[in-house]
């Protein structure tokens, strides 16, 4: 099993620009979660969800845009991306009661 | 969620035990204490997680104190490869993790 998957593992973008961080996961998880850090700090959570169809916000929330259209894939959107957004963002599924598990990272730089 | 202390850094001699201890004063009855682990920048690592009892498994240990108000990781045989910033979280749902800044431990040789 390839666990999650998340592309591209790095990216630049220019203020304004768009653009789509994709996360897939093939252990038929119900959850999947979106994560940004910054440097020095802990993961702060962007947008969550507990199945197909379903999506909640987490502590900073906006800027992104998430869908859920499958169990097995949960991309971001960055609708006009600012320096602030520069990060390194991570994708984590899980079951129910289960820990998470993670992607490695997509490392964004808006200039 | 409650929130969790941590000491910034810890220094741990190769081969030896790493304590790494957490407080959570404000936990609920729900809240499940998790261990995650984070090696230079790679996604975190699951580690261990409980609720009310101590628990082991191939990885480490986790001491959680009778009044749940704190917990201590325990890797028994500390190695260079397990140097990495250890986050303890605690939280109802496994699927919305408050993230602190963690402890940095550096196992020296």
């Known amino acids: 099993n390839a666990g999650v998957t998340q592309t591209p593992k790095f990216q630049v973008l220019k203020t304004g620009q768009s653009m789509t961080l994709q996360c897939a996961q093939d252990?038929?998880?119900?959850?999947m979660s979106w994560y940004r850090q910054d440097p020095g700090m802990g993961l702060r959570l962007i947008h969550y969800?507990?199945?197909?169809?379903?999506?909640d916000q987490g502590e900073v929330p906006n800027g992104y845009n998430v869908s859920r259209s499958t169990t097995e894939d949960f991309p971001l959107r960055l609708l006009s991306a600012a320096p602030s957004q520069t990060s390194v963002y991570f994708c984590?599924?899980?079951?129910?009661?289960?820990?998470?598990?993670f992607g490695d990272g997509t490392r964004l730089s808006i200039l | 969620d409650a929130k969790t202390t941590q000491p910034t850094s810890m220094d741990c001699a190769e081969g030896r035990a790493a304590n790494l201890p957490c407080n959570h004063s404000?936990?609920?009855?729900?809240?499940?204490v998790y261990w995650y682990r984070q090696i230079h920048s790679q996604g975190p690592q699951y580690i261990i997680h409980?609720?009310?009892?101590?628990e082991t498994n191939e990885m480490a240990s986790l001491i959680i104190t009778e009044d749940r108000k704190s917990s201590t990781l325990i890797l028994p045989h500390a190695t260079l490869r397990d140097t990495a910033v250890y986050y303890c979280?605690?939280?109802?749902?496994?699927?919305?993790?408050?993230w602190g800044a963690g402890t940095k431990l550096i196992i020296k040789p």
């Open positions: 984590a599924s899980s079951n129910s009661n289960q820990p998470q598990h």
């Open positions: 252990m038929n998880h119900e959850y």
């Open positions: 969800s507990v199945g197909a169809g379903i999506t």
């Open positions: 404000t936990i609920s009855g729900n809240e499940y």
């Open positions: 409980g609720l009310k009892n101590n």
């Open positions: 979280i605690v939280s109802d749902s496994n699927y919305q993790l408050i």
